[in-house]
């Protein structure tokens, strides 16, 4: 997929996932100028699309002060808009199909999704699922709710509707709503820390993007980067990540996601540290990662000494810290706290100011597995055998 502007291909952006970034950012956002500039634009987009109770929750969460006028004037264009559908609703009723008056209900749904009315908006789609019939449609319907899930960090709605969308899709959704799925599903996994099922998606994607309603398609490929160095093992990063056309393109014109990549796949890690170190402050300000922050820093400088540790049977300290950019002191803090958290398979030793490797071979850690397996099952099957005692 080119880079170039293919927003048409995407759906309506409604719910606008970009406004749940910027209310994010005018809540979290360290930087007062930051603040004022995001609130400034959602304050633009409720005044555009009339959302009054956006606005309302909009007040309350950031302590700003409800303007009487302003509420008042939002609440009448609502108050309009919905009696033209209730209008529109009678007549239909009396002199057109079931295809018109579904559309009349998704219209009314739509706009109760656009102006921020979380619980009103779900059940008018429902209402509106209720009375469709092709498969496509209902999809459609399904995807809104998704959205909503994302936009209000609603998990659980997101998690439900993805399953319905699931099992639509396998009586019979075409091949773009079957892609569609498939990065809706990435996001929901990314907000979730399941990295592995969202690097998945992504990657299937990559090439037939077309969710333009979620994010914009350099954005997409920041994610796919991300979500696939910390759950894809080397290989699979070489092939499907490194030498990927679509991904390379995006890279030429993100230099510092490109370094953050390459930096790591070419063994570069004092380049790496400071790529990772950039980049932490994008991912602390983005609305789905920020939750992960510190656990993807942590997991990333973890693979970066695995990587490197795997190459040697030993290493000395003051070599590590100059391949890292650090100093001693903090490669041995470092490693002394992943090695007794049993996340590196390693010892240090001061005397030497050595660091020795002592990776398990794939057969012992099985057999580690299954006594440890069997321990437990053993375990239980005595406390049943108590019980039947009984």
Not at 177 to 197: D, G, P, W
Request: with cysteine; net charge negative.
């Amino acid at each position: 997929m080119p880079i170039e502007n293919l927003e048409e291909e995407g759906l309506a952006k409604n719910p606008n996932l970009e406004l749940s970034q910027l209310r994010f950012l005018a809540r979290t956002s360290p930087d007062p100028e930051i603040r004022q500039n995001c609130i400034d634009q959602l304050m633009q987009a409720v005044t555009k699309n009339s959302m009054a109770p956006f606005y309302t929750e909009l007040c309350e969460e950031l302590d700003l002060q409800i303007d009487p006028d302003l509420l008042s004037k939002l609440r009448e264009a609502n108050k309009t808009r919905f009696e033209e559908l209730e209008s529109e609703l009678k007549e239909a009723e009396v002199s057109s199909g079931e295809s018109e008056i579904r559309e009349i209900y998704l219209q009314k749904s739509e706009y109760l999704c656009l102006i921020g009315d979380k619980e009103a908006a779900i059940t008018a789609f429902r209402q509106t699922y209720e009375k469709t019939v092709p498969i496509g449609q209902k999809l459609d319907v399904v995807f809104h709710l998704i959205r909503m899930g994302l936009f209000y960090l609603d998990y659980d709605l997101a998690k439900r509707n993805i399953a319905k969308a699931k099992t639509l899709i396998e009586e019979g959704g075409d091949w773009d709503r079957r892609n569609r799925l498939k990065v809706y599903e990435a996001i929901y996994c990314m907000s979730i820390r399941n990295f592995l099922e969202a690097a998945n998606n992504l990657l299937d994607t990559v090439s037939t993007f077309t969710s333009y309603e979620l994010m914009p398609y350099p954005r997409f490929i920041w994610y796919t980067v991300i979500c696939s160095l910390i759950a894809l093992k080397r290989v699979v990063i070489n092939k499907k990540v490194v030498k990927c056309p679509e991904i390379l393109e995006v890279l030429h014109s993100n230099h510092q996601l490109s370094d953050y990549l390459m930096s790591l796949y070419n063994c570069d890690y004092a380049q790496f540290f400071k790529s990772l170190a950039l980049l932490e402050g994008d991912m602390t300000a983005d609305i789905y990662l920020s939750p992960h922050c510190r656990y993807l820093i942590r997991e990333m400088r973890i693979i970066a000494y695995t990587q490197l540790l795997h190459s040697y049977q030993s290493l000395t300290i003051p070599y590590m810290g100059r391949a890292f950019g650090v100093t001693e002191t903090f490669i041995d803090g470092e490693l002394s706290t992943f090695i007794s958290a049993g996340r590196l398979d390693c010892k240090i030793d001061k005397v030497g100011g050595v660091v020795e490797t002592n990776w398990p071979d794939s057969k012992s850690k099985q057999y580690e597995e299954v006594i440890k397996k069997g321990d437990v099952l053993l375990n239980r099957l005595q406390k049943l055998r108590r019980v039947v005692n009984l």
